[in-house]
Structure formats: C-alpha cells, structure tokens
C-alpha cells in the first residue's frame, strides 16, 4: 500500500496519541470525519498500523533496569534456531529479541527490577535456553534516548 500526504499525517498522529478520537484526528489532518475514519480502516486492514498499546513507565511499574544481553548458540542450524526463538518468547523479561550477524547470534533487551533480579533471571531462564553457549551483558546506566514513533518522511 502507497502511502500518501494524509496518510502520513493520520499514522504521525495516532503515533503520538493512539487515543486521539476520530473527530481530533480528522481536524488535525484537514480531512471530514469519515475519509478520515475510511483511512484509518484501511491502514489497520492493511497491517501498517499493527496494533494499539498504551506505553508504561518501566521505573513506576518496578522494572527500572535494562540489560542487552549477547546469547551465542552452539550450532547455528535451523532446528535449534526455532528452538531457541520459541522458548525465548516465554520468557515475560524478554522485551525484544533480534537475530544478529557478527559476533553474537542474538540480541535480547530485558527489563529486571535490579541486579538480584537480573541474577536470577540469568541463572533460572537464559542459560537455561536451547542451545545457549555464551551470554555476555551489558546494563544500562542511563536512558538517553527512547523512541516509538518511526520517522515517516
């Protein structure tokens, strides 16, 4: 699907606020009330708008900490590659994963209370993961920068 003008407008908009009711976002973005609701159907059938969610304070929630962690497998063959994506997927503290080129095969963000709860998590959950034969971390000091909204030039 060819996005144009206004449908950049209306995915900039609800990137913003995904709340923002139908007859605000008509006016934002100059458009009546229903081509506007019309278009926001068909980005949502058409899967460019994936779904809605409300962001939480990972600090209030009692999550504060994040931690990358590198995993290596042993063998990188399909089967245990499955194998490790499915059973990282049960894993609540795992906020994203992504299978990596270079050095490490994954890149897991993981989200811990402290350092005792990243210490648990470790022992009890990813090295206990399918094939793992390395993990390496690295704890964030500080958030610098955090976005969810993707540039839509």
Do not use: W
Request: aromatic share 6%.
């Amino acid at each position: 699907m060819a996005l144009d003008r206004f449908d950049r407008l209306i995915l900039n908009a609800l990137q913003k606020d995904g709340r923002i009711s139908n007859v605000h976002l008509a006016a934002a973005v100059s458009l009546s009330e229903s081509a506007c609701l019309r278009r926001v159907r068909s980005l949502e059938e058409s899967g460019i708008i994936d779904r809605y969610a409300a962001l939480l304070s990972q600090k209030k929630v009692g999550l504060p900490g994040s931690v990358f962690v590198q995993i290596g497998l042993h063998r990188e063959e399909e089967r245990e590659l499955a194998a490790f994506e499915e059973a990282v997927k049960s894993i609540p503290e795992v906020m994203e994963c992504y299978l990596m080129t270079g050095e490490f095969d994954y890149l897991l963000r993981v989200v811990v209370a402290d350092m005792a709860d990243f210490e648990r998590l470790h022992r009890d959950a990813l090295t206990r993961l399918p094939g793992v034969a390395r993990v390496n971390s690295s704890v964030t000091i500080r958030t610098v920068q955090k976005k969810t909204e993707l540039p839509l030039h």
